[in-house]
């Protein structure tokens, strides 16, 4: 089991900005590093989608909604993952989560919350 703790949300207008960050503090890097890691998000009443990814040699992917607005990095040697995400929309008003693909269903966290007014 990975303890995953996410933080940086919070309230923001249309075309703000946020940072995310994902810390995974109690699993050494050996195993962090390896891992793909992703970011996920759940808005009220919906499902839990995959918004970003990050494998182990740094190849990103994203879901058509947030190309091109949200990045998604990581630092190993922090063992933190992070989430910038530019230009939010009132529809990106989720709570984010991290977790690693494929997904360590006993690591999910508390998740942090973004609101975008529209």
């Known amino acids: 089991q990975m303890l995953l703790v996410e933080s940086g949300g919070g309230l923001v207008q249309a075309g703000g900005s946020l940072r995310l960050s994902c810390r995974a503090p109690?699993?050494?890097?050996?195993?962090?590093?390896?891992?793909?890691m992703a970011w996920y998000r759940q808005a009220p009443g919906g499902q839990r989608d995959l918004v970003a990814s990050?494998?182990?040699?740094?190849?990103?992917s994203y879901a058509d909604s947030v190309k091109g607005r949200f990045t998604i990095s990581r630092d190993n040697s922090r063992k933190t993952v992070y989430l910038q995400m530019n230009n939010l929309r009132p529809e990106d008003t989720a709570v984010y989560y991290c977790?690693?693909?494929?997904?360590?269903?006993?690591?999910w966290g508390q998740g942090t919350q973004v609101t975008v007014p529209s």
């Open positions: 977790n690693s693909i494929p997904v360590q269903d006993s690591s």
């Open positions: 990050i494998s182990s040699r740094f190849s990103t």
């Open positions: 109690r699993t050494i890097t050996s195993v962090f590093n390896p891992l793909t």
